[in-house]
């Protein structure tokens, strides 16, 4: 007898609770949603159309508001509530917030309820280019809370001089490029790189501005690719100067190890300490250099530069040191080589003197031997 009590009681609450604790309604679904245009960004005051069905749970009734919200401007609404098929009148509405009460929409828990929805409206006009909701869909409870996930359509908007300082920005960048390649060339620098970047971006900002504002997205692409290619135009004109730089490092370089390898050739010179300050000098440069050629490998253009230009002018000091040097060597046997150019000018002088002097000689004992012979062959 407790037994069965205690049953019946348990059912009693079980059926008491079910009265208390309401239904949990199933959300409703979205349908057949279908919109135009369908893609691409849109500008403002273009005209989008919507049509969906939207599908009340199978199985129950519900009485919760269906409620519907656009950011279109000048929204046109109609909907019509199908009950196993059979339409009501339809409505319409010009809000940009549609609310269908949940009376509308409570029937027998076996009929089959969906609401056939239309909706026009144009673009708004934004500030920026963005996303802008073109229908979201969710439910209200009694209290007008919002039930579940809503469902929502966007569809990019585009502020139309985005797009055209875009491309302005684009052209200034562009311009500057042109600038930096024509200052490069100038100085001898190869920019055939850097060029062909600039030919490119010329050829994407082109393309963008040729597009329609409703290929928002094509032109800005355009933009972006032609803005990297300014930016690698001028990194590779940048290399180049650096590479440059080192290549006229080495001029001065190679000068020097010519003379080197003349003093280290000559026995009266090989071992001069002149020529120990000469090398340790050329030494230092070349190890510039390839401080220099490391920095571009790493991309650091501006230490690159800079390495260059200690190479060049310890490279240079080498060279001069070298030819002071060749110099002090000359003077050893030309003691007019201390004077300068004049003392070269002497020097050249007094060398066509000997050779005047020496021919003078050779003709006059030519002369003498002529003589002697002819007199011999006189005396037969």
Same mark, same amino acid.
Not at 173 to 196: C, P, R, V
């Given at each position: 007898m407790m037994k069965g009590k205690g049953l019946k009681r348990l059912i009693l609450i079980v059926a008491l609770l079910a009265l208390i604790v309401p239904a949990v309604s199933v959300a409703y679904t979205v349908n057949s949603m279908a919109i135009n245009p369908s893609s691409g960004a849109l500008t403002?005051?273009?005209?989008?159309?919507?049509?969906?069905?939207?599908?009340e749970p199978s199985g129950q009734s519900t009485t919760n508001d269906l409620v519907m919200y656009t950011q279109l401007g000048s929204p046109q609404w109609s909907y019509i509530i199908y009950v196993n098929g059979n339409p009501t009148a339809p409505t319409q509405s010009q809000s940009k917030t549609l609310t269908i009460s949940g009376f509308l929409l409570t029937y027998k828990s076996s009929d089959d309820v969906s609401i056939g929805v239309t909706l026009s409206g144009v673009a708004p006009t934004v500030t920026q280019t963005s996303n802008q909701t073109l229908v979201q869909i969710y439910e209200d409870d009694s209290n007008g809370n919002q039930i579940g996930t809503p469902y929502t359509q966007t569809a990019m908007?585009?502020?139309? +001089? !985005?797009?055209?300082t875009a491309i302005?920005? =684009?052209?200034?960048?562009?311009?500057?490029?042109?600038?930096?390649?024509?200052?490069?060339?100038?100085?001898g620098i190869d920019t055939s790189a850097a060029e062909a970047q600039y030919n490119t971006a010329q050829s994407q900002i082109t393309q963008a501005q040729a597009l329609p504002s409703s290929s928002?997205?094509?032109?800005?692409?355009?933009?972006?690719?032609a803005t990297t290619s300014i930016t690698n135009g001028e990194t590779l004109l940048d290399k180049a100067w650096a590479e440059s730089e080192i290549a006229t490092a080495q001029g001065p370089v190679n000068n020097v190890d010519a003379l080197i390898a003349y003093f280290q050739g000559n026995s009266s010179t090989a071992n001069d300490p002149r020529l120990s300050t000469v090398i340790t000098e050329r030494e230092?440069?070349?190890?510039?250099?390839?401080?220099? +050629? !490391?920095?571009?490998?790493?991309?650091?253009? =501006?230490?690159?530069?800079?390495k260059a230009e200690q190479a060049y002018t310890e490279a240079n000091q080498s060279y001069n040191d070298a030819l002071t040097f060749q110099a002090a060597v000359e003077a050893t046997?030309?003691?007019?080589?201390?004077?300068?150019?004049?003392?070269s000018i002497f020097s050249s002088s007094v060398l066509v003197i000997v050779v005047g002097v020496v021919a003078v000689v050779l003709i006059i004992v030519g002369i003498i031997i002529y003589r002697k012979r002819s007199r011999w062959d006189e005396l037969g």
């Amino acid at each position: 007898m407790m037994k069965g009590k205690g049953l019946k009681r348990l059912i009693l609450i079980v059926a008491l609770l079910a009265l208390i604790v309401p239904a949990v309604s199933v959300a409703y679904t979205v349908n057949s949603m279908a919109i135009n245009p369908s893609s691409g960004a849109l500008t403002p005051g273009t005209t989008v159309d919507l049509s969906y069905t939207v599908q009340e749970p199978s199985g129950q009734s519900t009485t919760n508001d269906l409620v519907m919200y656009t950011q279109l401007g000048s929204p046109q609404w109609s909907y019509i509530i199908y009950v196993n098929g059979n339409p009501t009148a339809p409505t319409q509405s010009q809000s940009k917030t549609l609310t269908i009460s949940g009376f509308l929409l409570t029937y027998k828990s076996s009929d089959d309820v969906s609401i056939g929805v239309t909706l026009s409206g144009v673009a708004p006009t934004v500030t920026q280019t963005s996303n802008q909701t073109l229908v979201q869909i969710y439910e209200d409870d009694s209290n007008g809370n919002q039930i579940g996930t809503p469902y929502t359509q966007t569809a990019m908007v585009v502020n139309t +001089n !985005d797009i055209t300082t875009a491309i302005s920005n =684009a052209n200034t960048q562009l311009s500057q490029l042109k600038t930096d390649i024509d200052e490069k060339s100038a100085l001898g620098i190869d920019t055939s790189a850097a060029e062909a970047q600039y030919n490119t971006a010329q050829s994407q900002i082109t393309q963008a501005q040729a597009l329609p504002s409703s290929s928002y997205t094509d032109a800005l692409n355009a933009i972006t690719t032609a803005t990297t290619s300014i930016t690698n135009g001028e990194t590779l004109l940048d290399k180049a100067w650096a590479e440059s730089e080192i290549a006229t490092a080495q001029g001065p370089v190679n000068n020097v190890d010519a003379l080197i390898a003349y003093f280290q050739g000559n026995s009266s010179t090989a071992n001069d300490p002149r020529l120990s300050t000469v090398i340790t000098e050329r030494e230092i440069a070349v190890s510039y250099i390839s401080s220099a +050629n !490391d920095f571009v490998t790493n991309g650091n253009y =501006a230490s690159a530069r800079s390495k260059a230009e200690q190479a060049y002018t310890e490279a240079n000091q080498s060279y001069n040191d070298a030819l002071t040097f060749q110099a002090a060597v000359e003077a050893t046997w030309n003691p007019f080589a201390g004077l300068g150019s004049v003392g070269s000018i002497f020097s050249s002088s007094v060398l066509v003197i000997v050779v005047g002097v020496v021919a003078v000689v050779l003709i006059i004992v030519g002369i003498i031997i002529y003589r002697k012979r002819s007199r011999w062959d006189e005396l037969g």
